[in-house]
């Protein structure tokens, strides 16, 4: 199974970290040289565990700066008013500031320099205080580009392939909202100005997890025992979401097509859960798949019945059952790039928990 890509940190919450065990093949995340003494005990074990991918930014933009991530990181700046980017006066007034350098690429850095979005810190020249908010951005773009950079060179659906996933809601919308009117900055001309329609799954109940309180050895013991269950669930789910991709056009019969396979495997999956005797939940998690462009979202729209153009995408739902589990499929707007991003990106709401019957 493909890896989880889990951002804006280093060291995901439990609720990521037991999804990552659980329904993909590894975890990784974007790190600075350093990274090892910044990883907490449970990434430790995990890492251990042989289970960890760490991705030096460093590795990422040499030789090859990842193309115009910088006039997109300005462009979805240039959505947020001024006052909410200014960077702290005082870092330590404002945890989460401290942003290290090796994690961004050195044209990006440059260019919050000089829009004072950007200040030194006093621990050296590898840290630099940042807004929360800027940092959010930069790392929802970095993680889209690195994942749709490796899967285009290993393909979408190896071993080695990623998926970008966060629990952080306001890393998820900042990184995918749709831009409203571009303008340029120091000489770079904001292509990047298309909005384009995709699906957003909403699949939580279909992936039930642990609950946080579960000992990470538990989820580790259940992992290895009950690899044939995890595994067909999450690739019953890929199946649906690169189904939905494919022929966009008919989503009810996709998941027509889509849902014994899915109760089966929910089945086996929550059979295996239940004979733990631990606490189990299933959560919201949604996904946003098949990037559709411009050009084909007015044929998206006509072939629902409803009204779709690129600038604004009606919210074109559908509901349906699989295996007692509710799944809502609707079209979204998200920012459209000039360069290849990921085409699959998952956001889970930690906050939304129910119980496995």
Known sequence: MPGMLYYPDINPSNAGLYHALLYWDRIATVVPPNYAVLLDDRMREVADAGLYEPI?????YDPARMIDMDVELVAALEQIPLDDLLPPLDRVAYPGSGFYAAKADSNCLDLLQGMGLVLPDRRGPEVWVMNPRVQLVMLSIIARRVAA??????????????????????????????????????????????????????????????????????????????????????????????????RWEHPEDIVREAEQQLTEALDNLRSAARATRRRWLTRSVAVCVAIISSGTAAGLGASLGADVDAEAISQIALATT??????????????????PTSPYTYLQRVRSELRLD
């Open 56 to 60: 030096e930014a460093g590795l990422i």
């Open 149 to 246: 950079e490796q899967n285009a060179i290993v393909g979408h659906t190896a071993s080695s392939a990623l998926r970008p996933f966060t629990d952080k809601e306001p890393a998820y919308w900042l990184g995918h909202r749709p831009l409203s009117g571009m303008t340029s900055h120091a000489g770079h001309v904001a292509h990047l100005s298309r909005t384009e329609a995709c699906w957003r799954v909403e699949i939580g109940r279909l992936l039930p997890v642990p609950a946080e309180d579960v000992l990470l050895s538990d989820v580790l013991r259940f992992r290895e025992r009950y690899k044939p269950e995890r595994e067909r669930l999450l690739m019953a789910v890929e199946k649906l979401l690169h189904d939905l991709a494919q």
């Open 322 to 339: 699989v295996a007692g589990a509710a799944v809502n499929i609707a079209t979204t707007p998200i920012r459209g790039s000039d360069a």
